[in-house]
């Protein structure tokens, strides 16, 4: 794929950029390696500073990047704008906390001292992906670097502008030359640098398949990965639930980042008493979405980020059709500049069919009816992935059934799913390895030494 700034909007060839040499990869490598042996060692006091710098950096210019988020990947300006912000909270939680995270824990044992001390590894490689391209990226740089560790970043190709303004986030704000450096290279190289012995781990957030020749480049080299792989998430309604404010977020879990997100809600399970009401709302609020210019503050659904990506949906969709689904509204791309697809609403969504347990990644949602609470956890848990969850109900029993029988990462009540700093990210089953956020994210990249002192 090349490396380039396609407008999805309309199809225009922006910009595009020329990938890195083998001999300019070594001297980014190189040079990574040698300011680890002196960033390890800055206090956290002074990372701290450096990092909030950079949450400035992004509060005072986040309109500017957000209207170049929208002009590579096509998601809403105020979604873009909302994004660089959100990026600024979580380089503060992290400034803020890391030291008491990463600080020594004693333990009680038979020695006079003993203790568990985080210490960085080293160059991380993290390969991201396009739909989220700054909160992606800075959920796993702001820990990263909080705890000593260098970033190294292969962005997706359609966003190298994104990718390159990072990098200049952090310059500017004082991180040393080689503490976080962008690398415009195709996904041929990542193998590659896996391999090398200069990099301690790797991260990687995107498909299944790209999750799975990282996972295999790193265990040849026995290397620590963290692995975020999408899925297909349950929305499930139950009828104690709201029925109209329920179906309102229904809509928005499913088309938020233009229906581009890995915890959108995919698979929307219904109890079978208010599933007919349920069903009504959702298309006409689906129906009634405001198509059009992402820079149009007023456009709530934009253009999917790639045309590859629409060719992709359509198969999907239409597999599914000719599987036995029935088609209740949209189901193609629609006639017009740029890569946009219609608002889509399935259901009678046959087992194996791709609506029904796949990852379909643009404003496409299953519909399910439950027979009741068991039959709706079986739904939900009837695909290979397990990141999010929702699920809707007023009543207490049911909520406790949902968190301990949904097989996820994450299990949101009475809310749609979103990423948190505070909260660990990540999923169960084929949605990943590790987490992100969190305590837990910043431990990931860290040696856990055990410590005895007799």
Request: aromatic fraction near 8%; charge should be neutral; charged fraction near 20%.
């Amino acid at each position: 794929m090349a490396i380039a700034t396609i407008n999805p909007a309309t199809g225009e060839l922006i910009k595009s950029f020329d990938a890195l040499s083998d001999a300019q990869i070594e001297q980014k490598l190189h040079l990574a390696t040698e300011t680890f042996r002196s960033y390890k060692s800055v206090p956290y006091l002074k990372r701290a500073e450096m990092m909030l710098r950079a949450a400035e950096i992004l509060e005072k210019e986040k309109e500017a990047f957000g209207r170049v988020m929208t002009l590579e990947m096509g998601k809403p300006i105020r979604a873009a704008v909302d994004e660089a912000a959100k990026c600024a909270v979580g380089c503060r939680y992290y400034a803020e906390h890391a030291e008491r995270f990463l600080a020594d824990e004693v333990v009680e044992t038979s020695a006079s001292r003993s203790f568990i001390r985080y210490q960085p590894l080293g160059p991380v490689l993290a390969v991201m992906p396009w739909n989220f391209p700054f909160w992606q990226v800075f959920r796993f740089a702001a820990p990263a670097l909080m705890a000593g560790n260098m970033g190294l970043l292969k962005h997706a190709s359609n966003v190298p502008q994104c990718a390159l303004l990072i990098e200049d986030i952090f310059l500017r704000a004082g991180f040393p030359q080689g503490a976080f450096q962008t690398l415009l290279i195709g996904s041929d190289k990542v193998g590659g640098i896996i391999a090398d012995t200069r990099i301690a781990a790797a991260t990687l957030t995107g498909s299944e398949g790209a999750g799975i020749q990282v996972a295999v480049a790193a265990a040849k080299k026995i290397k620590k990965i963290v692995l975020e792989l999408g899925g297909s998430d349950p929305f499930i309604v139950m009828p104690s639930a709201n029925l109209k404010e329920t179906a309102a977020a229904a809509v928005k879990a499913r088309v938020q980042n233009n229906g581009q997100s890995c915890i959108a809600a995919k698979r929307f399970i219904v109890d079978q008493r208010i599933a007919d009401d349920f069903e009504k709302l959702f298309v006409e609020k689906m129906e009634s979405l405001k198509i059009g210019d992402p820079f149009d503050e007023t456009t709530e659904l934009g253009p999917l980020a790639t045309a590859d990506g629409v060719t992709t949906l359509d198969a999907d969709v239409q597999k599914t059709i000719k599987a036995g689904a029935k088609l209740l509204t949209g189901g193609k791309p629609l006639n017009r500049p740029g890569n946009f697809y219609a608002p889509t609403v399935l259901s009678n969504i046959p087992d194996g069919s791709p609506a029904a347990c796949d990852e379909l990644f643009g404003p496409v949602a299953s519909l399910f009816r439950a027979k009741d609470i068991n039959d709706a956890i079986r739904i939900a848990n009837a695909t290979p992935f397990g990141l999010g969850a929702s699920a809707w109900t007023s009543e207490k029993s049911e909520q406790d059934q949902f968190i301990n029988g949904i097989e996820a990462g994450m299990v949101f009540i009475n809310r749609m799913v979103v990423s948190d700093p505070r909260l660990p990210f990540g999923g169960a089953k084929r949605s990943g390895i590790g987490r992100e956020l969190g305590v837990y994210g910043i431990r990931e990249f860290t040696n856990i030494k055990a410590v005895w002192n007799q």
